[in-house]
């Protein structure tokens, strides 16, 4: 008769050797693996229960953790519990014996623990020199939870609870008692009837006890009301209520509940204060897990990305330490030390403001934005993390005519990190990313909508989770996903921006091709762009492989009234500079991207200046650091640089200096100007001395006369005491001792002298937020200034009044 291969199949799997073993582990529910007694405890092999207790599957196990324990406890910050479990064996060994046993807590993924017992049998085999031991792991997790909430209960219960063992021929014992119970009757645990005050309530309550001895012989339920006294010889009445819970040789075990009803007014508080007690506990028990949870959540996740900046501002200073003789260097270092301190500076902020963003109060600032140095900014700092991974990296600009604006520029700042880094982090080796800026028209006067779209070729997001993917915490199930650092915060936190600011952000994306976020904003024009341009007669060709940027970059310079040519790669730019050289037609300049593929800029400029001598200004872009190519860029012949993206305003001021010859400082770039405050005086109301010392020595550079005033109150005698008009401006502290900066400008401004209401009132403070912003100008200040002290900002918002 044919056999069904099926059947024959599962005939043969059932009779295998380790099927019923397989079976039976099953069916037990126990985890049973094999290790190794080395340093690590390296696990050979585990059921699939273990994986099961754990949460991680034996793929993501081996991947993550290479089967090491000792990585698995420290990852998940259980180091301490692995130093008991090795305790165990240690000693186990030393006295002996083959086996070890221990309640242990087992971390899991996701977070958190169970609890389990632990029993391992150590044997005769050995694997590359190490004895093999047999771990079981039994999941005991709802019986200790259950132990620990009964402990809570006992302890916190209003009135007393004992357990005792009942035995009508030996008498009753104490086994165990709550703490309220000892403190009343002064006695201890596993205590008999040969204590005196133990044995005294005995006698005293005696024919009750033994009216409940029936009830007891059954194991029912008993209840009797008691008279009790107190090794104080203080009595009460307690109603006494117990359950047979267990037995011991045979005699039953009851815990007992007394409770105190010699008023019986107070037994009805007290069982009100029992419901509430109990709903505030289970309330409160709640609240703090989920805050731990929270917190420790946060913190882990806000670890990595407060060490990046940390990370840069520390190497940088070392790096400036060891260039002390090159001082370009080291302005190269400080500039990113700012900007990462900077950064740093905005986590912090996001910090001290979670509580606000969890609740949806999160303000904005309204401060003066220059476009070109909020991305140029944006570009250093996420910078090292694209270079170290090999990254190509770009940045375009279409039809933008405004660069100045009124915005939170922090904030703007931090949206373009936050999708930045994602896009770096979750992007290959040797892949690529890019940024679209474009303005587009916009039906509100003074007003300007700017579109920034993200775009890289990396892993992707499903399409399942793009629905979840502003959701706090929120991270993609995948293996690549799962090793990538990061808080999940950090979209969430765009999103909320985003909206706030009056835009909209999308994400498009297909799975293991690439993602695009575009953030579109309403942003409020400051001031337009300088137009006054312009460079007659000037010739100059543009080489960059990026078609995009050569067509825009042509059309600004013909905008004012410059002969623009455009090629796509350095071969041609080289061809082109020297065709126009034998004609006898020099370019005037000649712009070349630095990362070209085939020939890149610097081998371009050498070619060009082989060729063509050293007379045409030759200047290189790159959305890349300048002082990793300086050297060589300049050795090649290269007479300067400029930063992508280029906005009308960069390429405009590189021309006036590189080809005009004008000086640099007559050219305003990313807002940076000189200052002059010759013949001002200012007022610093500041109680803190370092940073006195601090102020007066930065505005003291830009000419001005400095006065201080240690507090408000002191602030407001100097303005009282000093000639009308005898300031030009009042720099005010707000957290001062005698009188706070908030109350020293009402003062100021309610004094009858006819310059208080016009002297122009700067709060300058680490109260940074919006409400703090609001609060100095509700006092009568004129504007805001946030420690640690911006200079650039400062002297913008002093020449504003000034």
Request: charged share 25%; with cysteine.
């Amino acid at each position: 008769m044919a056999t069904n291969p099926t059947e024959s199949q599962n005939i043969s799997e059932a009779e295998s050797p380790g099927y019923e073993y397989k079976t039976l582990m099953s069916s037990l529910q126990v985890s049973v693996s094999k290790h190794l007694l080395d340093a690590s405890f390296t696990m050979v092999w585990g059921n699939d229960f273990y994986y099961r207790i754990i949460g991680y599957s034996k793929d993501e196990y081996e991947e993550l953790f290479d089967n090491n324990p000792q990585i698995y406890y420290t990852y998940h910050g259980y180091k301490d519990e692995l130093g008991k479990i090795t305790q165990a064996v240690i000693q186990a060994i030393e006295n002996g014996r083959n086996t070890f046993s221990i309640v242990t807590r087992m971390p899991v993924k996701g977070g958190g623990h169970i609890w389990v017992r632990m029993t391992g049998t150590f044997t005769d085999e050995y694997v590359n020199g190490k004895q093999v031991s047999y771990t079981v792991i039994t999941d005991i997790n709802d019986l200790v939870q259950m132990r620990i909430d009964q402990s809570i209960t006992y302890n916190n219960i209003p009135g007393f609870a004992a357990k005792f063992v009942i035995d009508e021929h030996t008498g009753i014992r104490l086994l165990d008692a709550n703490d309220q119970f000892q403190k009343f009757f002064g006695t201890k645990k596993s205590i008999d009837s040969s204590n005196e005050v133990f044995r005294k309530n005995l006698e005293l309550n005696a024919e009750a006890i033994q009216a409940q001895y029936p009830h007891v012989a059954a194991g029912k339920p008993i209840r009797f009301l008691s008279h009790l006294e107190n090794r104080e010889g203080k009595t009460v009445w307690m109603q006494v209520s117990g359950e047979c819970i267990d037995r011991v040789g045979g005699a039953p075990v009851y815990l007992l509940i007394y409770i105190d009803v010699t008023d019986l007014t107070d037994l009805r508080e007290m069982q009100k204060k029992l419901e509430n007690q109990a709903r505030q506990l289970k309330s409160a028990l709640q609240e703090a897990e989920s805050a731990n949870r929270a917190k420790s959540d946060f913190l882990s996740r806000m670890s990595h990305d407060i060490r990046t900046p940390m990370n840069a501002i520390v190497g940088m200073t070392e790096i400036a330490a060891s260039h002390l003789e090159r001082p370009e260097k080291v302005q190269d270092c400080l500039k990113k030390i700012a900007l990462s301190s900077q950064h740093l500076l905005g986590l912090i902020n996001d910090v001290l403001d979670m509580s606000k963003i969890e609740s949806g109060q999160m303000a904005l600032r309204n401060d003066t934005m220059f476009l070109p140095q909020v991305l140029e900014n944006v570009i250093a700092i996420v910078q090292p993390m694209i270079k170290s991974r090999g990254q190509r990296f770009s940045v375009r600009l279409r039809n933008v005519v405004h660069e100045q604006f009124s915005c939170d520029s922090l904030r703007l700042r931090q949206v373009f990190i936050n999708i930045l880094s994602n896009a770096a982090k979750f992007t290959p080796y040797g892949g690529s990313v890019t940024v679209d800026v474009e303005e587009l028209a916009y039906d509100q006067p003074g007003r300007a909508r700017f579109c920034f779209a993200f775009s890289d070729t990396g892993i992707g997001i499903k399409q399942e989770f793009i629905g979840q993917i502003f959701d706090a915490f929120a991270r993609e199930k995948d293996g690549r996903v799962d090793k990538t650092e990061g808080t999940g915060l950090g979209l969430a936190i765009t999103a909320k921006i985003v909206e706030l600011m009056g835009g909209t952000i999308d994400v498009q994306s297909e799975w293991g091709k690439g993602t695009t976020f575009t953030v579109c904003l309403p942003l409020q024009i400051e001031s337009r762009t300088q137009d006054a341009w312009s460079f007659p007669e000037l010739r100059v060709l543009v080489a960059d492989d990026d078609m995009v940027m050569c067509e825009y970059t042509a059309q600004m310079l013909t905008e004012c009234g410059v002969h623009a040519k455009w090629v796509d790669s350095g071969v041609h730019a080289v061809s082109e500079v020297v065709a126009t050289h034998q004609g006898g037609k020099d370019y005037d300049a000649v712009i070349v991207d630095w990362k070209m593929p085939g020939q890149d800029g610097v081998e371009t400029v050498r070619k060009i200046r082989e060729q063509v001598g050293g007379d045409v200004p030759i200047l290189i872009v790159s959305a890349y650091d300048w002082s990793e190519i300086e050297e060589t860029a300049l050795a090649a012949g290269a007479n300067g640089f400029l930063p992508k993206p280029l906005f009308r305003s960069t390429l405009l001021s590189g021309l006036g200096r590189y080809v005009l010859g004008q000086e640099e400082t007559a050219c305003v770039h990313g807002g940076e100007r000189r200052y002059d405050f010759s013949g001002k005086t200012f007022l610093l109301v500041e109680d803190n001395e370092l940073n006195r010392e601090i102020a007066v020595e930065l505005l003291c550079a830009t000419g001005a006369k400095v006065e201080y005033a240690c507090d408000g109150g002191e602030g407001v005698e100097r303005f009282m005491d000093s000639p009308a008009h005898g300031y030009d401006l009042i720099l005010m502290d707000i957290q001062m001792p005698v009188m706070n900066g908030y109350m020293a400008a009402r003062k100021i401004r309610g004094l009858d002298r006819e310059d208080a209401c016009s002297v122009p009132i700067l709060a300058m403070t680490a109260d940074a937020f919006a409400e703090d912003i609001f609060a100095a100008k509700e006092a009568g200040m004129d504007g805001h200034i946030a420690k640690p002290l911006d200079m650039a900002d400062l002297k913008l918002k002093i020449s504003r009044f000034i």
